[in-house]
């Protein structure tokens, strides 16, 4: 290990952009499966591996939604926040704010609550266990109608005050953020925080819309922002946050390779980027290895990855206070390695 891929390790990081089914292994898929008594179309971890080659957002969307199908307890939940938990620790990561599902799974019968509870449970085992403090943001799925995202966010009302805010995610082209500014409204009013993916497949104009009718936060993935200088710089000016996830995109084919990809374009830039995983277990990496390929791949430098530690606790939902604490705990760290 290279100095630099050591001293990102230790480097205390928040992690901004996670969807927690992502981080579902093929040997835990098989472990729930097997406890479940659920049939998955696969016969062994390698197999399962093997089928992780996506030429697009549709592609990876399919068997994530498949292997998300052995997730029928709260246990599941738990078990599954954990393990990211345990990985996100030995990768640095004091704060996380993940994101959720929840259709994925009422659409399959299984109760709001039961995602909720268990991931819940394992956010407050992740604290107690490591300190790893966490949020959680619920995402609406875009290729489901409006209707179908008013539904879930009143099942969420029990957990309300537990849940930090609202995100939208699945298949981007085609569907729009405007098809959720009602949805995103109501959520306005409810007090929570509003994300988006948006510019990760779709146009610039996706990104406008985010901004301009969802109203958005912080912005998931925006790396075709960089296709339309005039929103470049208002992203910039406004300060707004960009989760960025290197390995995803290389693995999603929207970047040709980690050696081309637009991270120090965009910190040039003035945008506030941060380096997230979005789905380590299908994309190849946790967060720490996105921050070691992306640094090897640019041949980026110390500075440049502590700017984008230091983005990724600006960008969180945390309070003032803890932010502050946080990026004094890393300026320490820094003057110390
Ligand atoms: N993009 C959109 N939807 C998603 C993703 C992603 O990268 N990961 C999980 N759902
Ligand atoms: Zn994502």
Redesign the pocket.
């Known amino acids: 290990m290279s100095d630099l891929d050591a001293f990102i390790t230790g480097l205390p990081k928040a992690e901004l952009h996670l969807?927690i089914?992502?981080s579902l292994e093929p040997e835990q898929m098989f472990e729930f499966a097997r406890r479940n008594g659920v049939e998955i179309p696969f016969g062994s971890v390698e197999e399962v591996r093997a089928a992780y080659e996506f030429s697009n957002?549709q592609d990876?969307?399919d068997i994530?939604y498949a292997g998300a199908s052995v997730l029928q307890t709260e246990e599941d939940f738990r078990d599954m926040a954990m393990a990211y938990f345990d990985r996100a620790a030995a990768d640095g990561v004091v704060h996380a704010e993940i994101?959720f599902?929840p259709q994925t799974h009422t659409h399959r019968g299984i109760p709001f609550g039961v995602a909720a509870n268990g991931l819940l449970a394992g956010m407050a085992e992740a604290e107690a266990k490591h300190g790893l403090t966490s949020k959680l943001i619920l995402?609406f799925l875009r290729h489901l109608d409006e209707e179908d995202a008013f539904r879930t966010l009143e099942q969420a009302h029990p957990w309300i005050e537990q849940i930090t805010g609202v995100g939208l995610?699945?298949?981007?082209i085609g569907h729009p953020p405007s098809k959720f500014e009602r949805v995103f409204a109501a959520a306005a009013a409810m007090g929570l925080k509003r994300v988006a993916?948006a510019g990760?497949e779709g146009p610039p104009e996706y990104v406008h819309e985010a901004l301009d009718l969802l109203h958005i936060d912080r912005l998931d993935?925006g790396n075709r922002s960089l296709e339309d200088p005039a929103l470049v710089t208002k992203l910039a000016r406004s300060g707004m946050t960009l989760t960025v996830?290197p390995l995803?995109n290389v693995k999603?084919c929207n970047v040709a390779s980690i050696e081309v990809h637009p991270i120090d374009e965009m910190l040039r830039k003035g945008l506030r980027a941060t380096v997230n995983s979005?789905?380590p277990a299908y994309f190849g990496g946790y967060v720490g290895e996105n921050y070691r390929a992306i640094a090897r791949g640019r041949g980026l430098g110390r500075d440049e990855v502590v700017t984008l530690a230091r983005n990724s606790f600006l960008g969180s939902f945390l309070p003032d206070e803890a932010v502050t604490a946080h990026l004094e705990r890393l300026d320490a760290y820094v003057e110390a390695n």
């Open positions: 969807h089914e992502g957002l990876f969307l994530y994101f599902d995402c995610d699945s298949s981007e993916h990760e993935h996830c995803s999603l979005d789905d």
